[in-house]
C-alpha cells in the first residue's frame, strides 16, 4: 500500500502559521489591558486620514504637527463630555445622594403605587429586597472607578499609536496591504465596510446619544422632574444600551412622577417620552445617520453586545465592525474560492450596510 507524502512547502507553511498564532495569541494576551486604546487609535485614524492627507500633501504640513493638531482637536472633543459630568453630574448627584429623606418619601410613594396595580404588586419591592439590589449595585462601583482610569490610560494609548500610524501613514497602508490575502476588489470591499461602519459608529451613536438627552432634558423640564439636567444626560447616556436604551431611564421617572401624584405630569411626560425621545431615534436614524451609514438593526443590536464583552466601551464601534466582518468575509470566500466568480453584493441584505461610493 503506497502513501502520498506531503509537500515541504505545505509542512513549513502549517508550522509557520502556528508559530504566528501563537505568537499573536501571546501577544494579544498580555496586551489586552491596551486592546481599546489600540482600537480607538484606528477608529482615529479612519475619521482624520482624509483631513490628515489634506493638510500634509495639499498644505504642506509637516506630519508631526499634522497629527499633534488633529490630537489636540480630539482632546477637546473628549474634554467637553468630562467636563460636563464633572461640573454638572457629579454635583448634583452628590445633592440628590445627601437628601435622603426625599430618596425615602419617593420611594415609599413609588412603593405604594406599584402595591396598588393589579399588574405591577407581584414586584417585590420589600426593604429586604431593595438592600440586596443596592448591595449589587454598589459592588459595581470599584469597577467603575477601574473602568474610569482605564478610558484615560487607554485614550493616551490612543493618542500615542495614532501619532506613529499618521507620520508613517502611506507607508503603513502599502505594508498593511501585502499582508491581506485577498484580491484587490475584495480589499478594497473591505476597507469600505470598514470606514462605513467606523464612521457609522464613531458618529452616529455621539450623535444619537447627544439628541436624545437634551429632548430628554427638554421634556424632564417642562413636566416638573428633579434635577432634570442630570437625568437627561443620563437618559442620553442609557441610549447606547442594546435593545432598551433610554427606556430603562425615563420608565423609572415617569412612574416616580405617577407615585408622587402627579398624575397629568405622569400621563404627559410618558407620551413625551414614547413619541418624542423614542421617535427621535427612528429619525435620526432615516436621516442624518442613514447618510453616515445604513446599519441594519441587527447587526447593531447584538454587534454592540458582543462588542462591549470583548472591548469594553470600544466594543460600540468595533462589535458591529466584526459581525460585518464575519458576514462580509464569507461572501469573500465564496468569490475568492467558490465556484462562482461575481462581484460582491452590497447592501443591507448582505453585510447591513448600504455602500456609499
Same mark, same amino acid.
Given at each position: 500500500?503506497?502513501?502520498?507524502?506531503?509537500?515541504?512547502?505545505?509542512?513549513?507553511?502549517?508550522?509557520?502559521?502556528?508559530?504566528?498564532?501563537?505568537?499573536?495569541?501571546?501577544?494579544?494576551?498580555?496586551?489586552?489591558?491596551?486592546?481599546?486604546?489600540?482600537?480607538?487609535?484606528?477608529?482615529?485614524?479612519?475619521?482624520?486620514?482624509?483631513?490628515?492627507?489634506?493638510?500634509?500633501?495639499?498644505?504642506?504640513?509637516?506630519?508631526?504637527?499634522?497629527?499633534?493638531?488633529?490630537?489636540?482637536?480630539?482632546?477637546?472633543?473628549?474634554?467637553?463630555?468630562?467636563?460636563?459630568?464633572?461640573?454638572?453630574?457629579?454635583?448634583?448627584?452628590?445633592?440628590?445622594?445627601?437628601?435622603?429623606?426625599?430618596?425615602?418619601?419617593?420611594?415609599?410613594?413609588?412603593?405604594?403605587?406599584?402595591?396598588?396595580?393589579?399588574?405591577?404588586?407581584?414586584?417585590?419591592?420589600?426593604?429586604?429586597?431593595?438592600?440586596?439590589?443596592?448591595?449589587?449595585?454598589?459592588?459595581?462601583?470599584?469597577?467603575?472607578?477601574?473602568?474610569?482610569?482605564?478610558?484615560?490610560?487607554?485614550?493616551?494609548?490612543?493618542?500615542?499609536?495614532?501619532?506613529?500610524?499618521?507620520?508613517?501613514?502611506?507607508?503603513?497602508?502599502?505594508?498593511?496591504?501585502?499582508?491581506?490575502?485577498?484580491?484587490?476588489?475584495?480589499?478594497?470591499?473591505?476597507?469600505?465596510?470598514?470606514?462605513?461602519?467606523?464612521?457609522?459608529?464613531?458618529?452616529?451613536?455621539?450623535?444619537?446619544?447627544?439628541?436624545?438627552?437634551?429632548?430628554?432634558?427638554?421634556?424632564?423640564?417642562?413636566? %416638573?422632574?428633579?434635577? /432634570?439636567?442630570?437625568? !437627561? #444626560? @443620563?437618559? *442620553?447616556?442609557?441610549? =447606547?444600551?442594546?435593545?432598551?436604551?433610554?427606556?430603562?431611564?425615563?420608565?423609572?421617572?415617569?412612574?416616580?412622577?405617577?407615585?408622587?401624584?402627579?398624575?397629568?405630569?405622569?400621563?404627559?411626560?410618558?407620551?413625551?417620552?414614547?413619541?418624542?425621545?423614542?421617535?427621535?431615534?427612528?429619525?435620526?436614524?432615516?436621516?442624518?445617520?442613514?447618510?453616515?451609514?445604513?446599519?441594519?438593526?441587527?447587526?447593531?443590536?447584538?454587534?454592540?453586545?458582543? %462588542?462591549?464583552?470583548? /472591548?469594553?466601551?470600544? !466594543? #460600540? @464601534?468595533? *462589535?458591529?465592525?466584526? =459581525?460585518?466582518?464575519?458576514?462580509?468575509?464569507?461572501?469573500?470566500?465564496?468569490?475568492?474560492?467558490?465556484?462562482?466568480?461575481?462581484?460582491?453584493?452590497?447592501?443591507?441584505?448582505?453585510?447591513?450596510?448600504?455602500?456609499?461610493?
Amino acid at each position: 500500500m503506497s502513501y502520498r507524502k506531503i509537500d515541504n512547502n505545505i509542512l513549513r507553511q502549517i508550522v509557520l502559521i502556528l508559530l504566528i498564532g501563537l505568537l499573536g495569541f501571546m501577544i494579544f494576551f498580555n496586551l489586552r489591558y491596551f486592546t481599546p486604546g489600540a482600537l480607538g487609535a484606528i477608529t482615529l485614524y479612519i475619521l482624520f486620514r482624509k483631513t490628515f492627507f489634506r493638510l500634509t500633501e495639499q498644505r504642506n504640513w509637516k506630519k508631526s504637527l499634522a497629527s499633534f493638531c488633529l490630537m489636540f482637536a480630539t482632546l477637546l472633543v473628549i474634554a467637553l463630555p468630562l467636563w460636563l459630568i464633572i461640573e454638572v453630574m457629579i454635583p448634583q448627584i452628590s445633592n440628590l445622594l445627601a437628601n435622603k429623606q426625599v430618596i425615602i418619601e419617593k420611594y415609599n410613594a413609588v412603593k405604594a403605587f406599584i402595591a396598588s396595580k393589579p399588574l405591577l404588586n407581584r414586584i417585590n419591592l420589600s426593604d429586604e429586597s431593595m438592600m440586596r439590589t443596592l448591595g449589587k449595585v454598589t459592588a459595581y462601583f470599584p469597577g467603575i472607578l477601574n473602568s474610569v482610569a482605564e478610558i484615560f490610560v487607554n485614550i493616551f494609548t490612543a493618542l500615542f499609536i495614532l501619532y506613529f500610524m499618521q507620520v508613517n501613514a502611506r507607508a503603513m497602508e502599502k505594508r498593511v496591504r501585502l499582508f491581506i490575502p485577498f484580491s484587490d476588489d475584495n480589499t478594497q470591499t473591505l476597507w469600505e465596510e470598514t470606514k462605513m461602519m467606523v464612521r457609522s459608529n464613531a458618529l452616529g451613536i455621539p450623535i444619537l446619544a447627544l439628541c436624545q438627552g437634551l429632548v430628554a432634558v427638554l421634556g424632564y423640564w417642562i413636566f %416638573g422632574v428633579d434635577n /432634570f439636567v442630570m437625568w !437627561g #444626560l @443620563i437618559t *442620553g447616556a442609557a441610549s =447606547m444600551v442594546p435593545a432598551v436604551g433610554t427606556m430603562i431611564v425615563w420608565i423609572p421617572i415617569c412612574i416616580v412622577v405617577f407615585a408622587t401624584g402627579s398624575v397629568g405630569n405622569g400621563i404627559g411626560l410618558t407620551l413625551y417620552c414614547l413619541i418624542v425621545v423614542g421617535g427621535i431615534d427612528n429619525v435620526l436614524r432615516f436621516t442624518i445617520l442613514k447618510k453616515i451609514g445604513d446599519i441594519h438593526p441587527l447587526i447593531t443590536v447584538f454587534g454592540v453586545l458582543l %462588542g462591549l464583552k470583548l /472591548f469594553g466601551i470600544m !466594543g #460600540l @464601534i468595533f *462589535g458591529p465592525l466584526f =459581525m460585518s466582518y464575519f458576514l462580509l468575509l464569507i461572501q469573500i470566500y465564496r468569490v475568492e474560492f467558490g465556484k462562482k466568480s461575481d462581484n460582491l453584493p452590497h447592501g443591507p441584505e448582505t453585510v447591513g450596510i448600504t455602500e456609499k461610493k
